[in-house]
């Protein structure tokens, strides 16, 4: 009933989105992460999600290598067929957050249907980790021709 739902929120954005020139809108779900790489003694882990300069986060797991958000899914509009999802796993530190590996999906080859089974993808910029996020498009709408009078 989930998947449902935000697909017609997915829907929604797009549409807006598309009437004011833009492509359409992406959903992101952060779900979990597996073996990740820490760089000093507790792995307090959080991901960046960004899309066409806007960002947002989900919540830090503390003290685990193999975190599980399961975050309500974040919704960006989309402005061209080259935009990218960004996202970026860090460990939150007091000193200053570490970056632990990324994973960048060009919007236009990410599935459109939202529900679908999730795959792990590799951490690039790290030497071990993967992160399970269920990424979905929506195009806005064509608005319909108008007949010539």
């Not at 017609?8 to 073996?35: D, I, M, P, T, Y």
């Amino acid at each position: 009933p989930r998947a449902a739902e935000w697909e017609e929120k997915l829907k929604k954005l797009a549409a807006q989105v598309g009437s004011k020139g833009g492509l359409g809108a992406v959903l992101v779900r952060v779900v979990s992460g597996s073996n990740l790489e820490c760089t000093d003694h507790r792995c307090d882990a959080y991901v960046n999600v960004a899309v066409d300069g806007k960002t947002q986060r989900t919540e830090v797991v503390e003290n685990n290598v193999n975190p599980r958000w399961d975050a309500s899914p974040f919704f960006f509009g989309v402005l061209s067929a080259s935009s990218v999802v960004r996202l970026e796993v860090f460990d939150d530190n007091l000193l200053g957050d570490e970056p632990m590996g990324h994973f960048e999906l060009q919007v236009c080859k990410a599935p459109v249907k939202v529900g679908l089974p999730l795959l792990p993808h590799r951490l690039q910029g790290a030497s071990r980790g993967c992160l399970e996020a269920e990424i979905a498009f929506c195009s806005a709408p064509v608005p319909a021709a108008v007949p010539a009078a």
